[in-house]
């Protein structure tokens, strides 16, 4: 189905005509307008029309040259294990390990991820467990050392694993796993990630569990910085709380070798957590102007409502001026929209897509939605039993850039992937999509590149 038909077929669900004069012929709601004007506009890849966005990729499916020899085993159980018991002790009376010099990189990085490197430390737990420790169950909270610490010794007794996490690693992790495949038939993608580890252990441990993925970790660690952590706390029924301690994570400088590495490549990802650290907004806007400059794509994902309300001002720079992509779920959508939660998702996806090229908008075992100039495809959610629902919409991301990097032009088919690798995330205890799954996906994409049917026997 080509993207203009798909398009059509999205407005004809819902009385084409009326859709149509209603978005052709009114401004974007006044929470959007500083958004719609774009100085320069003529200009600006986050200018350009659907169509054209599209065309910028439409052929790249075999194209893509290169990639790496390690396509990234399987998580270690040990290995998380030694890291976590580490990390428990903040590394207190052991050596930092320097990481090993990263291989020489390729002409050009598919794609490059800025944002938060954080070491996940995800178990299971139960109700009473959040209640002993005054944790409000479902909520995302910013903890200081001390009270990482508490957590940490009170999980001795659950099961649990360590892993190269953070939200934006998630969809790279998984992203390079689907562009790893061997049964596929393309070749592999080359993903790269910047952000700020320490020296210590945990960054070791990060540094080097990215590289067993695919995923090149090419920022220097901070002398004497200690490592971010997430701590996911996951429920019976499959309910995430988190605590993040941002350590030396809060800090992003825009230097020559970043740069460098924006110069290089193809897709450019900011992680919306990052929107929220001192001092790292300027970093942003420079690589973002850079890869405006250098014909890049550029994403940036939503994160978090809390995020987007306090940092809304930044959001809309960011976004209005140079966003081909938006990631969002949503309560995010709405947040940016400035909506009432009462206003449907499909109404904030369509509002944001009158700004950005491309909006994708998750709204859990209701399904999805990509908006398009003004228009909005539904995309239903796949049969899944929920296990542990965090990393969902991380794994979303992955597979819609996974498609666009693909070549394809099906939007409704790029979404029913995305849908399906979220599934399968939800589906399992962890936030890391596997490496037999992935290939699973991506031999039945390569398989149905064009159809919408294509993940119908996954």
């Given at each position: 189905m080509a993207l203009a038909s798909a398009t059509t077929a999205a407005a004809a669900a819902s009385s084409p005509s009326r859709l149509f004069r209603r978005f052709s012929s009114s401004a974007p709601p006044p929470s959007l307008l500083p958004l719609a004007a774009r100085p320069g506009a003529g200009s600006s890849p986050r200018a350009c029309s659907y169509h054209q966005f599209v065309v910028r990729w439409k052929g790249r499916a075999r194209a893509l040259l290169g990639g790496f020899s390690d396509a990234g085993g399987s998580e270690s159980d040990d290995d998380e294990e030694d890291a976590l018991r580490r990390g428990q002790r903040e590394g207190e009376g052991e050596d930092a390990v320097e990481p090993a010099a990263a291989a020489a990189g390729p002409e050009r990085w598919d794609v490059l991820g800025l944002g938060q490197a954080m070491v996940d430390f995800s178990g299971m737990v139960d109700d009473e467990f959040l209640e002993r420790l005054g944790i409000e169950k479902g909520t995302r909270k910013v903890v200081n050392h001390e009270e990482r610490g508490q957590v940490l010794r009170a999980m001795d007794g659950c099961s649990y694993k360590a892993a190269a996490g953070g939200s934006l690693s998630n969809s790279l992790v998984a992203l390079a796993r689907l562009g790893s495949s061997r049964s596929a038939g393309y070749p592999e993608l080359k993903i790269a990630m910047a952000g700020s580890v320490g020296s210590d252990p945990?960054?070791?441990?990060?540094?080097?569990?990215?590289r067993r993925?695919?995923?090149?970790?090419?920022?220097?660690?901070?002398?004497d910085g200690t490592t971010g952590t997430v701590i996911v706390l996951t429920t019976p029924d499959a309910q995430r709380t988190m605590l993040a301690y941002q350590g030396t994570s809060s800090t992003l400088?825009?230097?020559?070798?970043?740069?460098?590495?924006?110069?290089?490549?193809n897709v450019l990802i900011v992680e919306g957590y990052l929107f929220e650290l001192p001092h790292t907004i300027e970093a942003i806007k420079q690589a973002c102007e850079d890869a405006h400059k250098n014909g890049a794509l550029i994403a940036v994902t939503a994160s978090d409502v809390s995020c987007i309300k306090r940092c809304y001002n930044d959001f809309r720079d960011i976004v209005g001026n140079y966003a081909d992509i938006l990631f969002a779920n949503a309560n995010e959508a709405r947040a940016f929209c400035k909506l009432p939660s009462t206003d449907s998702p499909m109404s904030a996806t369509r509002y944001l897509s009158h700004s950005v090229p491309l909006v994708s908008v998750t709204d859990g075992v209701h399904g999805s939605y990509i908006g398009v100039k003004g228009e909005a495809i539904y995309i239903p959610p796949p049969p899944c039993i929920p296990v542990d629902t965090c990393g969902a919409g991380d794994a979303y991301t992955s597979g819609i850039l996974y498609g666009i990097l693909r070549g394809a032009s099906d939007l409704k088919g790029i979404g029913l992937l995305a849908s399906q690798v979220a599934a399968v995330v939800v589906g399992q205890q962890g936030t890391r999509l596997r490496v037999q799954d992935a290939d699973r996906l991506a031999e039945?994409?390569?398989?149905?590149?064009?159809?919408?049917?294509?993940?119908?026997?996954?």
């Open positions: 945990l960054g070791s441990f990060y540094r080097a569990k990215l993925a695919n995923v090149h970790f090419l920022s220097k660690p901070v002398k400088s825009y230097d020559s070798d970043l740069a460098d590495l924006v110069s290089k490549s039945c994409f390569a398989h149905h590149l064009d159809s919408l049917e294509f993940c119908s026997d996954v």
